[in-house]
């Protein structure tokens, strides 16, 4: 629909060039005026279309204009005069306004603006052309966000919220700082005021000669740190980030007035340089682990780093400088190790060998996510092939792995993996493993279940480790008795042989709550027991000696495997009670194992009968087990 010919006939281009050089003209402006045509009186009668010199531009009607919101830069009523950081006085006629001026840096309207000619800071003089203005713009929109080098559209509700928080600690800090920087005076050792009343140090005439020492207290500052990275756990990760990071640069600017006075003795709350890198490792710890388990957008995780390695560390917290160098889960030298294509975390770049290195927040981290998400065949890759600086935390960790592999239904390798250690610098995590791991172990090998969450206990549910089989009878017998041999602590607990004799007792079957099912099992031939006792010597010896042996399959493997599997287990417990019986706590744990295989328990009595003394000391730890369980005994 055209206008009507009544309608004054102006026009307004919107130029969408922002970056062109500055100029007198049109140039740099958002707004661009064409000014009417005067009227001929043979005008109505021709063709309304004003045509440019080149041929470009068609206007084909007019209407008058109406002057937008607009930056004073951009305003076209008044003459704007451009510098980069000029803030002493208005420039020209900089200061002059339009009702539709906006100012740039406050982003509301010039005549609301109350630093407008303020000197030393003077909006009048705002720019977009200007790197200092952009920079105050962004601070005064962003706020404290602004030292992040974020960008206005990056700003969700999270990080403004983890802002304000900041600014107000800041100015709290500010406070708690400036009361530590005076001081407490405090009169010399063994002086004291003889006035009456007793009056405070430097309040007393007669004692203003004195020379008092001021002591410089930091604990109520770090109360007021604490305090904040206490609200920081409760926040969403985002605000947290910036709270922490934000804490961190506040107290890196801290001194100690006192410098290296030692008649100070303070506590590490009191002493700056003690109470800074405590709370430097709080603030560092609690973000390795949100950049591993936080799911930040990467731009966001790269400014975060970037920010705190912008910080200037006090020579007290030089140890901190790279700790936040978590490499993100897309590394290459993560993802090779995680996907098997690098077992051992080594790499060859620039001719260097490095190798997969992390802190143990961190490495904890990592393993925490994996395990969320049920990856245990990576969470295995990367214990094995990632390196800490603190070793036997790491090697706990370690010791998890053979039941990691249990969860991805790699029995024998689990197995395998109690009695060889990741490294040859440690040892087996088989000596490390209580007798109830012990027991559990021996369940998993039997059943081929395992338990549903991710800690190695009994108690809880138990799922079966996907489509695997559990351990052969004789493959079982071999693992648990290495493990048995392998430790001291295992071999001399009546607990774990206990397991060992109910795990070989029981049905390969768990009934619906998880519970073994122990098996009645008729007394064999006194043949076939002999037959046993004979080849079961022999076996546990070779194995005590460390030789490669196996169990012959035709006798342990066959229709009777479960009472031959009974015999080698009396054989077993002979052995070890003519040994360490001294050692021994209890033996009514062992006797009960048996359950109803009467005839397995009568065997092993029977052995014990050949020698008197080891008869008569198991009889009396049996009677002290007898008066000191007898509740037990009574409900058993």
Known sequence: MWPSEKEEENIILISDDDDDDEGESTQGSS???????????LGEKKSEELVDEEGDLVVTYCKQANVMPHARHDCTTHPFERRESDTCFPLGKNADICDQCYCYICDKLAAECQLWTVPSLCHCNAHNKSNFWKAQRNFALAGILATFN??????????????DLLEKFIRELSVAY?????????YPPGHECCCKPKLPPGQCNVCSS??????????DVFELVTRFLNQAEHESPKAAAVMLLGAAKQIALHKDPALLRSCQNLGHTASLRIAVPFLFQRITTRLQRMLVLCDFPKILYEKFIEFFQSISLPCHCYAFSNSLNV??????SLTTVLKGQNITGQRRQKGRKTYLWEALPVVEARVEKLLEKKKYKEVVRYLRAVKCNENQRLRDLRDLIPFYLCKTGNFLDAAHSLLFPVNSLACCSACRITPCQFKVYLKIFRTGCVPCGN????????????????????????????????SEALYRNAKCWSSFIMILGSSDLLEKRGHLLPLAL?????????????????FLEDLKSGVNVSLPSAVFSGQLHHEASLILAVQAVQQMLCCDLPHLTSFLEIVLAFGKNFWALRLLLDHLACEEHILCGTANLLLRDLSREEGTILRV
Not at 31 to 41: A, H, I, N, R, T
Not at 150 to 163: I, K, V
Not at 178 to 186: A, I, K, P, Q
Request: net charge negative; with cysteine.
């Open 210 to 219: 004195q020379n008092f020492e001021v002591v410089y207290k930091y604990s």
């Open 327 to 332: 490499l993100p889960w897309d590394h290459m």
């Open 522 to 538: 008729g007394e064999p031939p006194l043949g076939f027991q002999e037959n046993v006792l004979a080849a079961s010597g022999n």
């Open 455 to 486: 800690d190695l206990q009994e108690a809880g549910p138990w799922v079966t480790a996907g489509k695997c089989s559990p351990l052969r009878n004789t493959v079982l017998i071999k693992q648990a008795l290495k493990l048995l041999y392998s």
């Open 178 to 186: 400036n009361t530590y920087l005076r001081g407490e005076r405090m």
């Open 150 to 163: 974020l960008e206005l559209l990056e700003l969700d509700t999270e990080l403004r919220h983890g802002g």
């Open 31 to 41: 707004v661009l005026f064409v000014e009417p045509q005067e009227k001929s009186p």
